[in-house]
């Protein structure tokens, strides 16, 4: 029960995000189907988003590599904190591995998962990746019925997600010295660099841990 408790308000999150990623798949000219075969194989939330245009576009492949390094490399941090050592079976850490995203580091991180067994991390993981496969499917086929002007406002319900993710982890783990200096970094490469924000204020951030980090064995 305390498995779904977590994760059953993300998974139905993940109801109209999916939805809206199925509905640009095939706005962008591409088969419904490859709205669950994004979801499934990429299972990369921002990354499938981006995909979508670059596959639409059919961008060399040195450009969607280093897209796909830029924007999940922040999966690395995650896996820093990840209760991996809990899940049990070589198959078993593969699959978490693969399937760790924004909201199962959020959920496997928090408090109540604290105790959790091998199975209740790989029954949450694989019930938020069905979610979305399955989201990201019912939207493809919903897509090819409705107009275009239906995507309106669809594009920002990521955004939405990722930042009620961010409020409650901060519930978790109030630490107004990281809040202030992702936002200064946030805003900073906005002004800077509004065209490649997301990169450089990845970057800056990054530095700023490394320095803190520093600093605090010093």
Avoid at 5 to 22: K, N, S
Avoid at 36 to 63: H, K, R, T
Avoid at 129 to 147: D, I, N, Q, R, Y
Wanted: with cysteine; charged share 10%.
């Amino acid at each position: 029960m305390s498995v779904l408790r977590a994760t059953a308000p993300i998974g139905l999150a993940f109801l109209p995000l999916g939805m809206a990623l199925g509905f640009l798949v095939v706005h962008a000219g591409l088969a419904w189907w490859w709205a669950p075969v994004f979801a499934a194989v990429i299972y990369a939330g921002s990354l499938e988003f981006l995909m979508v245009g670059l596959a639409a576009a059919a961008a060399p492949v040195a450009a969607v590599a280093l897209t796909t390094l830029i924007v999940n490399s922040r999966h690395v941090f995650y896996a820093l904190s990840f209760p991996l050592h809990r899940v049990r079976g070589p198959v078993a850490k593969a699959y978490s591995t693969y399937v760790l995203s924004d909201e199962a580091f959020a959920v496997g991180v928090s408090p109540e998962a604290a105790t959790w067994t091998s199975r209740q991390l790989l029954g949450m993981q694989g019930g938020l990746h069905l979610a979305w496969t399955a989201s990201a499917g019912l939207g493809g086929l919903l897509g090819e019925a409705l107009p275009i002007e239906k995507l309106a406002g669809l594009e920002f319900a990521l955004t939405a997600l990722f930042i009620v993710l961010a409020i409650e982890a901060y519930r978790q783990h109030p630490d107004r010295r990281t809040a202030s200096a992702a936002a200064a970094c946030a805003v900073g490469a906005w002004l800077l660099a509004p065209q490649q924000m997301l990169l450089w204020a990845f970057a800056a951030f990054t530095v700023l841990l490394l320095v803190r980090m520093r600093c605090s064995r010093a």
